[in-house]
């Protein structure tokens, strides 16, 4: 049987937004049990919390929006991803500002925040949502679908007409040993038109070859840490994103899947009422 946990100690760490390109400081506080993940914005008045539940996104364009009341935070797929797989159920998480920062643009800078605070064990069971029917969400030639399994496995296949990613299949079980290893490092890929767009919208002004894979209309302008980085990002973006729906026991299977199909998935799965097990 397995034990909800919580960060065994408060850690602070501090970065860029990515949008505002402003200093950005993050706090992990334990958390009673049933808490799940919930974000204090401490630097509004009364500092509102809004929880990190599928029923709370107000947007998934580009990134994942959380949103209740004057509580609002984005980016937070990262992360959540951190957090799901590393099996962190109850935190609070004191932010000051909208969006958490973008450290490297990969998961491994909070993996390492996690490490660095510990896990504490607490005396109520983790509870599962194990998938009984299978459940799919498509637009176009795009789709995500969790399958009943004994497990968590994602198997997610990108197609991109960009000429160093082109089609690129990942599938893995996730743990923390292989998420930490395979998946946390991943960062997000970015394009140049893109980005000089964006910057022109007063968006994504803290990016930078620090904190993404870019890429112009031939090269790649950033060294990879793995071939075939853009799929395991994409991984760790579901993961992120599922972990709104909780802790979950299924076969995920994706083709071009991004943040909006990710979370109407995770809403899906909350309203299908697919079993909770304990433990
Ligand atoms: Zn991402």
Avoid: W
């Avoid at 599928?54 to 937070?76: D, P, Q, S, W, Y």
């Avoid at 160093?164 to 893995?172: H, R």
Wanted: aromatic fraction near 6%.
């Amino acid at each position: 049987m397995q034990h909800q946990t919580t960060v065994g100690r408060a850690v602070t760490y501090t970065g860029i937004g990515l949008h505002s390109g402003r200093d950005v400081t993050i706090t992990l506080n334990p958390a009673p049990i049933d808490t799940g993940i919930i974000f204090a914005r401490v630097d509004l008045p009364g500092a509102p919390q809004v929880a990190a539940t599928a029923g709370n996104v107000t947007a998934a364009m580009r990134a994942t929006t959380l949103e209740t009341g004057l509580a609002k935070v984005f980016t937070v797929e990262h992360l959540l991803a951190a957090f799901a797989a590393m099996q962190v159920d109850n935190c609070r998480v004191a932010i000051d500002s909208v969006e958490p920062p973008v450290a490297d643009g990969s998961s491994l800078p909070f993996v390492e925040l996690i490490r660095q605070a510990g896990l504490a064990s607490q005396p109520a069971l983790r509870k599962f949502i194990r998938v009984n029917t299978a459940q799919l969400v498509r637009h176009e030639d795009r789709f995500i679908a969790i399958l009943p399994y004994d497990g968590f496995r994602i198997s997610f296949t990108s197609v991109n007409p960009h000429p160093l990613l082109g089609v690129q299949f990942g599938d893995y079980e996730i743990h923390p040993d292989a998420f930490i290893r395979d998946i946390a490092p991943a960062r997000t890929i970015g394009f140049m038109h893109e980005v000089e767009a964006l910057k022109a919208q007063g968006l994504a002004l803290g990016g930078s070859l620090e904190n993404a894979v870019v890429y112009d209309d031939k090269t790649v302008l950033t060294p990879l840490r793995f071939a075939d980085e853009l799929v395991r990002h994409k991984i760790l973006d579901v993961i992120g994103d599922l972990a709104l729906a909780g802790c979950l026991r299924g076969h995920v299977v994706a083709v071009k899947s991004g943040h909006a199909l990710n979370t109407a998935l995770a809403q899906k799965i909350l309203a299908s009422q697919q079993a909770t097990v304990n433990g």
